[in-house]
């Protein structure tokens, strides 16, 4: 059970903002090749939903 959890921590750790890092720099490269397009304005927001360049600012009072 406890590998388990360490291993849902590392996928979330890890692998997700790997992925939405590779999502970016593809959507970058194809947008410098191709110009902007339909897949790379879908590659940017799936790379910004899985992790957004800016979080919030929290306020605590």
Do not use: C, Y
């Amino acid at each position: 059970m406890l590998r388990k959890r360490i291993g849902q921590w590392a996928v979330m750790a890890i692998a997700v903002p790997v992925a939405a890092a590779g999502a970016r720099k593809l959507s970058h490269t194809l947008e410098s090749r191709r110009g902007p397009n339909r897949a790379t304005r879908l590659l940017n927001k799936g790379a910004d939903l899985i992790r957004p360049r800016q979080a919030k600012r929290r306020r605590f009072f």
